[in-house]
């Protein structure tokens, strides 16, 4: 006679999986916004190989578009702060539409423009892998370490994805701009093929580094600032409006640059506080990654 089967032992541990109920509707949109600019964005620089297209065109439209996602991007998360609906869910899917738009349209935009240039398109290549790998893990990093709080986005560490693509894109615009204007095509193409994969090379050092970076709008705007300011902010704008051409790439790369600027200072600056009997403490670590 067979014995009835024995169950087998009970596991410790069940795993239960969480599952997403309820979804904050107008954070989300927003963020969706992002990801179908970067869409439309890739399908223009794809339109731009096409024989007899207008390269100037699409590429412009293309970093035109990824400025349109960073109002997106920038909209989502404060409109679920102030709505109280911030929640991990609506974290993970800005991360997901930020790799797209500000990971992988500059880097395939990077390459589409550089491809044929002195460098040779395998080098183009792997720089622009090598800015899409560490935009991926300044991505990945920002969720573990940071929360949904207000005060957690006063500050970043490392180059913020959306303003390494700004750097990227605001590079596009003056040079449509320009080579309508002045017709210097030959030579503009070779400073841009030789400028921007290097460009985008320090771009995705500075997203992975330690460097701390201010969030210029909480900074700016956030509570009463002296009259001086204000004025200040009025003569850049009216700056931005003579130079339209250039001021947002010197506002994306100025900002790109303020943050080694800011760290180099600062450790220049720094003397370590004397400890017993006289003898200078040791320095507190302070990577730069």
Request: aromatic residues 12%; glycine residues 8%.
């Amino acid at each position: 006679m067979l014995e009835p089967a024995r169950p087998g032992p009970r596991p410790l541990f069940r795993l239960r999986r969480r599952r997403v109920r309820t979804v904050a509707i107008l954070p989300t949109l927003i963020t969706l916004g992002n990801a179908v600019c970067g869409f439309f964005a890739m399908i223009s620089i794809a339109q731009a190989w096409v024989p007899g297209a207008d390269r100037q065109l699409h590429f412009e439209r293309a970093a035109l578009l990824i400025l349109l996602a960073m109002i997106f991007d920038a909209l989502d998360g404060k409109v679920a702060r102030m709505t109280r609906t911030a929640s991990s869910f609506g974290t993970q899917l800005d991360s997901l539409c930020d790799f797209l738009t500000f990971g992988v349209v500059p880097a395939f935009l990077t390459y589409g423009l550089c491809h044929d240039g002195p460098f040779g398109y395998r080098v183009v290549l792997v720089v622009s892998a090598f800015y899409l790998c560490f935009a991926a893990t300044r991505l990945a990093r920002f969720n573990v370490e940071t929360g949904t709080d207000e005060k957690y986005h006063r500050e970043f560490t490392g180059l913020p994805t959306p303003a390494a693509a700004g750097v990227v894109a605001t590079i596009v615009i003056p040079w449509a701009a320009i080579e309508n204007k002045w017709h210097v095509t030959d030579s503009l193409n070779s400073i841009l093929n030789a400028g921007l994969p290097m460009i985008i090379f320090m771009l995705g050092l500075l997203m992975v580094s330690r460097v701390p970076y201010p969030h210029l709008l909480n900074k700016v705007l956030r509570g009463p600032r002296p009259f001086v300011t204000f004025v200040e902010i009025v003569v850049v704008g009216l700056l931005a409006v003579i130079f339209h051409e250039f001021a947002l790439f010197l506002g994306f790369m100025g900002y790109a640059i303020i943050g080694p600027a800011l760290w180099i200072r600062g450790r220049l600056l720094r003397r370590p506080a004397p400890g017993p009997g006289g003898a200078p403490e040791p320095p507190v670590e302070d990577s730069l990654f």
